[in-house]
């Protein structure tokens, strides 16, 4: 079965410093998302991407917080000047366009730690 | 956030039973419904979802049922196995919200041998 993939499984960075989380969608899916879980706390939006451009972000998803569609296989989320608050489960997922209701496949994560 | 919302942290069954996961939802505008299950180290992996327009929706072991006058919905697992050991995530989504899934926070269930 096709499976969404994210690399690298752990990241640990320096506060100030920046990072790009990797994810490669399933292939023939249309609609990219961003997700985080911070430790003990709910799974949250971050952001949506759609025809290589965001459709729509949350309050989180701020200026320090990019992401890019590089090539026709990865999607990428870049955090400019990490903090500490920051660190969390990072989750990428994929759905196909064609419904409102298709449901999000997800990644196994990426787990950042900022220190 | 609390428009989602999993009361129970954890529960625990016996293998054979049925599990009853339970959720509550805030926002009437709400009309697409999907549980997660997630195994330690991995990320949700769909299950099942349901449309405001159905009461109920079967997959197997797996049904939900939606109570739209009470904001509720519950997953029936039956009968469990001890490989349903994981957490389960409830997901609702509003097409006017676009296409943004708000989580609750997790149920932890336990199936025993």
């Known amino acids: 079965e096709p499976e969404v993939t994210q690399t690298p499984s752990h990241q640990v960075t320096q506060m100030g410093q920046e990072v790009i989380l990797r994810c490669v969608p399933i292939s023939n899916h249309l609609y990219f998302y961003w997700y985080r879980q911070i430790l003990g706390q709910k799974v949250e939006f971050l952001v949506s991407?759609?025809?290589?451009?965001?459709?729509?972000k949350s309050e989180i998803f701020d200026d320090q917080f990019s992401v890019e569609r590089p090539d026709g296989s990865n999607f990428t989320l870049k955090i400019r000047s990490t903090k500490l608050e920051d660190s969390a489960m990072y989750f990428c997922a994929s759905s196909e366009q064609s419904s409102y209701n298709s449901p999000l496949h997800f990644g196994n994560g990426t787990r950042l730690t900022v220190t | 956030d609390q428009q989602v919302k999993q009361n129970s942290p954890s529960l625990s069954v016996q293998e054979g039973r049925i599990s009853i996961l339970n959720c509550d939802y805030t926002?009437?505008?709400?009309?697409?419904f999907l549980w997660y299950k997630k195994y330690p180290a991995e990320g949700p992996t769909f299950l099942i979802s349901i449309s405001s327009i159905k009461d109920k929706n079967e997959d197997g072991r797996f049904t939900v049922f939606l109570n739209k006058s009470a904001k509720h919905l519950s997953l029936h697992i039956v009968p469990s196995q001890p490989g349903d050991s994981a957490v389960y995530f409830c997901?609702?989504?509003?097409?006017?919200?676009?296409?943004?899934?708000?989580f609750g926070e997790g149920t932890q269930l336990t199936v025993n041998p």
């Open positions: 991407f759609y025809n290589n451009e965001i459709s729509e």
């Open positions: 997901a609702a989504r509003a097409e006017s919200s676009g296409s943004r899934l708000t």
């Open positions: 926002n009437s505008m709400f009309d697409y």
